[in-house]
């Protein structure tokens, strides 16, 4: 019963906005969260804030490379791998010349 409840309160008829309601309903997304606009009884759109919309274009982005990263492994030959050691070597690079670096975001 709380799911329907839940689809009640988080829906609204086009209607409103042609009554000028807009702001007040704007007001409620920044709030509460999404909301479904309906037409003719049938979704037209969800409206999200914009920190909500870019959360889950970020979780897709996330979850996009995720799945390029571990298709990547499944296909990866272990045997062409190369140990980080051997790489630095062939590159010059020192263990001194890393600790200087310091500590590197990524994202």
């Known amino acids: 019963m709380v799911n329907i409840a839940s689809a009640i309160r988080n829906t609204v008829p086009i209607s409103l906005f042609n009554r000028g309601l807009a702001g007040k309903i704007f007001n409620e997304v920044k709030q509460s969260g999404a909301k479904v606009v309906m037409k003719n009884n049938a979704a037209e759109c969800v409206l999200l804030s914009p920190e909500e919309y870019i959360s889950l ?3 897709v982005n996330d979850a996009r490379l995720l799945a390029l990263a571990s298709e990547r ?3 990866a030959d272990s045997a062409a791998f190369v140990p980080a050691e051997h790489l630095c070597e062939e590159l010059g690079i020192t263990q001194d010349a890393l600790d200087a670096v310091g500590e590197v975001d990524t994202e």
Do not use: F, P, S
């Open 73 to 75: 492994m499944a296909k």
């Open 57 to 59: 274009i970020d979780e």
